[in-house]
């Protein structure tokens, strides 16, 4: 795995390629399917990219059914004795460092041994580094294959064991850098490499034996954008291929962190604990989102399901979808937020095959069926080339939608057929109808009237306002209910080179779509947005039950005083609340505040372990003695020391704040971990302002609403910017 280095970071890894699959309904396996798919790939390489070395691509490889005739042949040359096919599984490994991977070698040996099964031997897998390029070989691994014998339980058992064995050698291997497994299955195998398309086939000379046969063959030229290309980042991983961008990484891979200490599986047992990290550091987005979705799948969903809870349907504003099918993704919204980002996914488990589309349907693919029952699906029209006349039908994949090939049970299903039996597995609509309330159902409330020691004036100062705040940030805001107009771009020093006191805020900027990653129109394209949040705590990511969707469901973050108050009274019937106060004493300075950071973050863990499902960060309070820690600072702390404890998910951050005020203020407490966010000050600066020229008699409740709104419509602005459609998804990211 390429190393962080420089400026080069592995979480910049996205990719923009061409994929594709070509699979037989009837599930009989064939040397032409092999050979039609490596087609695929070779008419996809304009989709693919070189660097300095036009012979080096960014990466290129097919995955296809264990060839059991094949590898029987093979290993009987070899000495190893291969019992009945999806009795063993085969493992591909890339081995570095010294001694050829003696290391790794050693360590997976006594790792399969550790879990009970038995290790048949190694086989050189045949390559021709003469078909490479010179950069590509400069960096090639060795190649070797190695066999697995299941020696207890059933098909579905053995592939947990050979993850769970997997994910074992490569955390004992991790330092070391020693090897990489490309894949471990009883079901599938891999070939691929620092390669271009055409030069897999030359480089692998088992892709050319006729004996090599498969109803299945997924393939996929990369193009890497901004990134360097490695072997290991090539495609297929070993569930899917990948064309397009996972903007929600960061927080994708952080709640799957937060997730691992409440994950709880009958079928893994004891194993659960040797998986973590769920998520391998130092991958590329696609890499990632293979490892959760491995996960899901082994752990009880079936695969088509489990790349539904991943990258659901735009379901939010879409009031004509099928209540049952909003049922569905309404309801595991409350299990893991979406892998959210313009992306085509491809994926098999080697008896079924399919393909989906983001709820944008920002990467093409599109597909044709064969009067012979060939499935074709690829990048574009025209990858495989089929008389007319074979075609039964050719269509594209829309925004959202499913298509899956069945290669046990023989059929071929369209979305309404993979995903009507996932509709109806549990009774959605009515666990959501008892268990979700919308914050405006909750009864009337009002603050009670606590006196602020410092009166507004003064805790404007505290908080940083100025004049230009007042009239040109707040007020057009009331007036119009959007942010401000402005030049494009800013002219202001930077933060870190001012001589004056700057908000924490001010030292943050914000991340755009790059290259092949386009920005989305918020406002065409409202029916993908959403600013919808919930609070409450999750459940177990593995099971489904009325308790998982046991919340309180907001419109958008901005909570006036009353609505926080509501929250505030929710009782532990629904989300117990507790409010912990982010002040610390002026008089102890810098080391008092780094001691009252502290302290805050145990408190929190205590409350939250305590049963608390909804913590309220406030700095109400301010005065000449009490001085507040910076709310990013604070929510950011708490939110991470709870990641790191394992409760993060048992609750929910509420942000009460005189702090924020702009926008860009807001997008960072929610990227950093806040639900909803209370800007009491800004909204008694409105209270002052009513009735001024300022707000040219715009009432103060109007002016409310009008900041509210701008706010909602700014906070869309931002995260389209960066490829991201929902702001749940934003969150924590």
């Known amino acids: 795995m390429t190393r962080m280095t420089g400026l080069y970071d592995p979480l910049y890894e996205h990719d923009s390629c061409g994929l594709g699959f070509v699979a037989r309904v009837d599930g009989r396996r064939t040397r032409e399917t092999v050979e039609e798919g490596l087609e695929v790939l070779r008419n996809l390489e304009h989709r693919g990219t070189s660097g300095s070395d036009p012979e080096t691509g960014d990466g290129a490889g097919i995955l296809t059914q ?5 590898f029987r042949r093979e290993c009987k040359g070899l000495g190893i004795e291969l019992p009945p096919a999806g ?22 040996e006594r790792i399969v041994a550790e879990e009970g099964q038995r ?7 045949p390559t021709a580094p003469e078909h490479a390029g010179s950069l590509a070989r400069k960096v090639m691994p060795r190649i070797r294959q190695f066999f697995v014998e299941c020696r207890n339980g059933d098909a579905d058992a053995f592939e947990r064991k050979l993850y769970v064995i997997r994910r074992r050698l490569h955390k004992a291997v991790e330092e070391t850098h020693d090897g990489y497994v490309v894949s471990l299955s009883s079901r599938t195998v891999i070939y691929k490499g620092l390669l271009k398309g055409w030069q897999l086939p030359r480089f692998y000379s088992d892709l050319g034996d006729p004996g090599f046969a498969s109803a299945i063959s997924l393939v996929h030229e990369r193009f890497s954008t901004n990134t360097l290309g490695s072997w290991e980042l090539a495609h297929p991983y070993r569930y899917v291929a990948h064309n397009g961008e996972i903007n929600t990484l960061r927080g994708n891979i952080n709640w799957m962190r937060a997730r691992e200490s409440r994950l709880e599986s009958s079928l893994f047992g004891e194993d659960m604990q040797k998986l973590s990290p769920i998520i391998q550091p130092g991958q590329s987005d696609s890499a990632s989102f293979d490892n959760a979705l491995e996960l899901l799948y082994l752990a009880g969903r079936s695969l088509p399901h489990a790349v539904a809870m991943m ?4 379901w939010e504003n879409d009031d004509l979808m099928d209540p049952e099918r909003r049922a569905f993704y309404q309801y ?18 080697g008896r079924i095959v399919g393909a989906t589309l983001d709820r944008n349907g920002l990467r093409p693919a599109r597909y044709s069926v064969t009067k012979d029952g060939r499935v074709v699906m690829a990048s574009e029209d025209g990858a495989l080339r089929i008389p007319a006349e074979e075609v039964v039908e050719r269509w594209r994949l829309r925004p959202g939608r499913m298509l899956v090939v069945d290669t046990e049970r023989n059929e071929l299903l369209h979305d309404e057929d993979v995903k009507r039996p996932l509709f109806v597995r549990q009774p959605y609509r009515e666990w959501l109808e008892a268990g979700e309330i919308h914050l405006n159902q909750l009864p009337d409330a009002t603050p009670d009237g606590r006196l602020e020691p410092s009166n507004l004036f003064e805790r404007q100062l505290a908080f940083g306002y100025t004049i230009e705040d007042l009239r040109i940030l707040l007020s057009p805001m009331a007036r119009e209910g959007k942010e401000p107009d402005g030049s494009m771009g800013t002219d202001t020093p930077l933060a870190v080179l001012s001589e004056r006191p700057q908000l924490l805020f001010s030292y943050f900027k914000q991340h755009f779509a790059q ?3 386009p920005p989305i129109d918020p406002l065409r394209e409202e029916l993908v947005m959403s600013l919808k949040m919930s609070l409450g705590p999750e459940q177990n990511l593995f099971d489904e039950t009325p308790e998982h969707c046991r919340r309180v469901l907001i419109d958008q973050p901005i909570l006036t005083a009353d609505e926080l108050e509501k929250i505030r009274r929710l009782g532990t019937q629904r989300a117990a609340t507790t409010t912990l106060s982010t002040l610390f004493s002026v008089s102890t300075g810098e080391k008092g505040m780094e001691d009252a950071l502290h302290r805050l973050c145990e408190k929190a863990e205590s409350a939250v372990r305590g049963g608390s499902a909804v913590l309220v960060l406030s700095d109400r309070g301010v005065s000449v003695e009490q001085a507040p820690i910076p709310s990013l600072l604070a929510t950011a702390a708490v939110h991470h020391y709870l990641v790191r404890a394992g409760i993060r998910t048992g609750t929910t951050l509420v942000v009460e704040t005189a702090e924020a005020r702009e926008v860009h203020h807001f997008a960072l407490l929610v990227g950093y971990g806040a639900t909803a966010i209370n800007p009491y000050l800004a909204f008694e600066t409105l209270e002052e302002l009513a009735g001024s020229d300022l707000l040219e008699g715009v009432g103060l409740e109007q002016a409310k609403k009008n900041y509210v709104k701008a706010i909602g ?6 995260i389209s910017k960066m490829g991201i459609s929902t702001l749940f998804s934003y969150c924590g990211a």
């Open 311 to 314: 990258m659901p349907e735009a």
């Open 66 to 70: 264990i060839p059991d005739a094949f």
């Open 332 to 349: 595991h919204s409350a299990l893991m937020e979406a892998w959210d980002g313009p992306a085509a996914i491809a994926f098999t488990d």
């Open 87 to 108: 009795s063993y599984g085969v493992g591909t490994l890339f081995e570095y460092g010294l001694e050829e991977g003696r290391d790794c070698e050693g360590s997976l």
């Open 713 to 718: 419509k700014g906070l869309l602005k931002v």
């Open 515 to 517: 290259v092949t990653n």
């Open 119 to 125: 290790f048949l031997g190694f086989r050189d897998v």
